[in-house]
């Protein structure tokens, strides 16, 4: 019989207090880089020159989010000890992939603010909303489901319901963050990922040996609380259902997410490389490390309360943890989830500020204070929309695959458009609509996956697996290897793929996702005339503000006294 647990709550006042203490000091960090003369590309950007500490700490903390230790303690739980394994382990090499192409992007865009604006100096307007709607879209999932992790962490250590604790995870955020925007965020993930490393050397062994230490995995087996599967570090069904959808999933959200694109605009450019190595380590030790207590439940029997696997992680540590330590745990989820849901804040209000405003007046014309007023307005409603969305309790894994694999149908076209002057915007924009259309009834099985449906879902899974692989080839290796590659894995792959990738339906949208933006995009554009200048995309990009330019120029000036004019040409119409 599974094991009963009965959480040992913090009390109401030890709660308010650990939410005072850590919001209130947030908030604190934030003011005090609060500037007399607001500015419009700091808040976005702050600068393009931050250092080696704080752009490490930023994007570690972005990526651990909230949501991540969630789903890792989640697959645990779901799929034994090589679950943890597949999500950490595909998440951290996926941050190191990102590099090559970050420095492909920075070099063509330098004062960029998003990577839609990015597209619409290489293709035009359509090709910046999609991918300004798609990051809109997955932003506001990844606000939504940090509120939800927020939320089911409140409800289970203290009195507090899930609607109260949303609320409150909600406005600390929101508070610290609508002032600084970006600043504000970069700032305080610093401070929240050192709790956050610190908390987890602690906290995950203290609850393995007060859960039973090694001992508790041959009782586990004992008990037939687990499959042969979730024993086996090489579990097929682990890497099927688990490992392989996030390895596609992952890899698209390094290049479509706008969270990270800031921070690759906003680090400087020649500390890209370990920026990102630094932060594949941090979070692949942290990540797997958490998704343990998964593990742990699963041995142990254990239950979710409420029967919702997102109450696993609170649960754990709530029954094995003394108050002290509790806290700290505490702290270290609230850290987490608040340190990306400030990154999808400051995200969003980009996004508008730079795309929906900032292109569509021109940016000679776009009034720096006038896309602050934007920026923050945008938080407050995006604020809102998540707390709606975040009372319906999704499982935070399932909208991590879904979104991720939405992004695939984006991946080949953006990469291709940094490097290929022949992809025109005819191209980038049926792709992935084409793209989108056949990964929608793949995931969701609108069609029965038989007959030549099924044969014609597995050739361009097949397909994918070769321009996922030959998409990191290419970003390390160059062009020749990464055809190799490709081909290669397509040709080894076939004889296992047909009759059997039906059956993963995760795994084929992602895959088909994939395949059918790449030969879209690739047969549209192979015999195109176009011969794209990348030299333009910097006359197009670039600062809206122009005491941007001046500060970066001689920053112990003050920014009052600076009369600048930017010296780049407005947008081509």
């Known amino acids: 019989m599974p094991l009963d647990t009965e959480a040992t709550p913090l009390g109401i006042g030890a709660v308010a207090l650990l939410l005072a203490l850590f919001y209130g000091g947030t908030l604190l960090m934030s003011l005090s880089i609060r500037r007399r003369k607001e500015n419009a590309d700091r808040y976005m950007t702050a600068g393009n020159n931050i250092g080696f500490g704080i752009s490490a700490a930023s994007m570690t903390a972005t990526w651990i989010w909230a949501s991540s230790m969630y789903a890792s303690v989640t697959a645990g739980y779901t799929y034994g000890v090589s679950g943890p394994i597949h999500y950490g382990l595909w998440g951290a090499l996926m941050i190191l992939f990102i590099y090559p192409f970050g420095r492909r992007i920075r070099t063509v865009a330098p004062r960029a ?48 319901n899930f609607g109260a604790g949303i609320l409150v995870v909600a406005g600390g955020v929101l508070l610290y963050t609508l002032w600084s925007g970006f600043r504000a965020s970069v700032l305080t993930d610093f401070a929240q990922v050192v709790a956050m490393l610190g908390a987890a050397v602690v906290v995950i062994p203290v609850v393995f040996f007060a859960a039973g230490g090694p001992g508790m995995f041959e009782a586990g087996v004992a008990a037939g609380h687990v499959t042969p599967q979730q024993e086996s570090f090489f579990s097929s069904e682990a890497f099927m259902n688990q490992g392989a959808p996030y390895i596609a999933a992952v890899l698209a959200y390094a290049i479509g997410n706008q969270t990270i694109a800031q921070r690759l605009f906003a680090v400087r450019e020649d500390l890209i490389r370990p920026t990102f190595v630094t932060a594949t380590v941090g979070y692949g030790a942290t990540v797997i490390g958490i998704g343990m207590l998964g593990v742990m439940a699963l041995y142990l029997g254990i ?6 696997v997102n109450n696993l992680m609170p649960q754990m540590v709530s029954t094995y943890l003394g108050p002290v330590l509790l806290a700290v745990a505490f702290l270290m989820i609230i850290g987490s989830l608040s340190s990306t ?101 793949v995931r969701f099985g609108w ?102 330019t001046a500060e970066q120029e001689d920053p112990d000036e003050d920014p009052d006294d600076l009369v600048l004019t930017s010296d780049r040409p407005g947008p081509r119409s």
């Open 447 to 548: 069609l029965p996956a038989v007959g030549a449906w099924g044969l014609a879902v597995e050739l361009l899974a097949t397909i994918g697996i070769g321009v996922v692989l030959g998409i990191m080839a290419f970003g390390f290796f160059g062009l020749r290897p990464a055809v190799m590659t490709g081909t290669l894995a397509v040709a080894v792959s076939a004889p296992f793929t047909f009759f059997f990738l039906r059956d993963y339906e995760v795994l084929s949208g992602s895959l088909v996702a994939y395949a059918v933006s790449f030969l879209v995009c690739y047969l549209m554009s192979v015999r195109s005339g176009q011969d794209f200048e990348f030299e333009r995309i910097q006359h197009v990009t670039g600062n809206f503000d122009d005491t941007s």
């Open 113 to 160: 603010h998003t990577l839609a604006e990015v597209m619409y100096a290489r293709h035009g307007r359509s090709s910046q909303l999609m991918l300004a709607g798609s990051n809109v879209l997955g932003s506001l999932i990844s606000l939504t489901s940090n509120f939800i992790a927020g939320g089911a962490l409140i409800a289970v250590l203290s009195p507090l």
């Open 341 to 441: 849901a400030d990154s999808d804040l400051s995200a969003l209000s980009s996004i508008v500020m730079a795309d929906i405003y900032g292109q569509s007046v021109g940016r000679r014309a776009a009034d720096p204070r006038t896309m602050l007023l934007i920026g923050r307005l945008t938080m407050i409603v995006a604020t809102a929309a998540a707390l709606y969305f975040a009372t319906s309790q999704f499982n935070i894994l399932d909208l991590l695959v879904f979104v991720g694999a939405l992004w695939g149908c984006l991946v080949f076209p953006v990469i291709a458009s940094f490097y290929w002057p022949k992809v025109t915007n005819a191209a980038f924009t049926v792709s992935v609509l084409a793209a989108l259309a056949f990964f929608l009834p």
């Open 303 to 308: 239950d979710p309360m409420g029967g919702d």
